[in-house]
């Protein structure tokens, strides 16, 4: 059973900032919270991963409140090629990872 | 991070047959997973395999109809044996990515057709 909840899909304009959140409400204070994106035709990709507050890199931006029952994924200024499956997961080092539905983002001209 | 070589890419396959994917990594990885992604779902776990053992299998998955290969800490073959069509699906494995995150590196995966 995955431990995450997201919304199916998403729709979005290119140059917008596009926020994807994710519900984790039985996180395990030694879970990790990763984010991943998968294009048509392609294995997931690791976009981002964050434990608590926030973390940012050149792709992309993860909050996670003190709680950390959520995470929320900021993508900024979005591009039609950042149309894609996000994955949210949590998981506790190398162990077998549990995927969710995933968000479907659609980016339009 | 790990890459990982996945092949083949694609393949159209006979009800009834087998068909044997291949993960060559290019660093000595402990575990390694096999993954099922159905036509528009999201991703199911078969096995984790690691080195000079028994794959465990997941609910749903037996060895009799996915065996899996470990012989080394850099590579691994899942075999989809006696084909049906309810088989078509992109099968990837995947591995630790290493560096400082516990993310994961995907193979870019075999798509299965089976007709």
């Known amino acids: 059973l995955a431990k995450t909840t997201q919304p199916i899909s998403m729709d979005s304009y290119e140059g917008q900032e596009v926020n994807i959140t994710c519900s984790h409400n039985?996180?395990?204070?030694?879970?990790?919270i990763t984010w991943y994106q998968q294009f048509p035709s392609q294995g997931p990709r690791f976009i981002i991963q964050?434990?608590?507050t926030k973390v940012t890199n050149e792709v992309a931006s993860l909050f996670i409140p003190a709680d950390r029952k959520s995470s929320t994924l900021s993508l900024p200024r979005v591009s039609l090629s950042d149309t894609a499956v996000y994955y949210c997961?949590?998981?506790?080092?190398?162990?077998?990872?549990?995927f969710g539905t995933g968000t479907r983002l659609l980016v339009s001209p | 991070s790990a890459v990982i070589s996945q092949k083949p890419s694609r393949d159209i396959c006979q009800r009834g047959t087998s068909l044997t994917i291949q993960c060559q990594v290019d660093s000595q990885v402990t575990m390694m997973f096999w993954y099922r992604q159905q036509p528009g779902q999201s991703l199911t776990l078969i096995a984790t395999?690691?080195?000079?053992?028994?794959?465990?299998?997941e609910s749903g998955f037996v060895i009799d109809k996915f065996p899996i290969s470990r012989p080394n800490l850099t590579f691994s073959t899942l075999t989809v044996s006696n084909m049906s069509p309810e088989d078509s699906s992109i099968y990837l494995c995947?591995?630790?990515?290493?560096?400082?995150?516990?993310?994961?590196?995907f193979g870019s995966g075999t798509r299965l057709t089976v007709v």
């Open positions: 995947s591995v630790e990515a290493g560096g400082q995150t516990n993310g994961y590196t």
């Open positions: 039985n996180i395990a204070t030694n879970d990790y």
């Open positions: 395999a690691n080195q000079g053992s028994e794959a465990t299998y």
């Open positions: 964050g434990y608590k």
């Open positions: 997961l949590v998981n506790t080092g190398f162990q077998k990872l549990v």
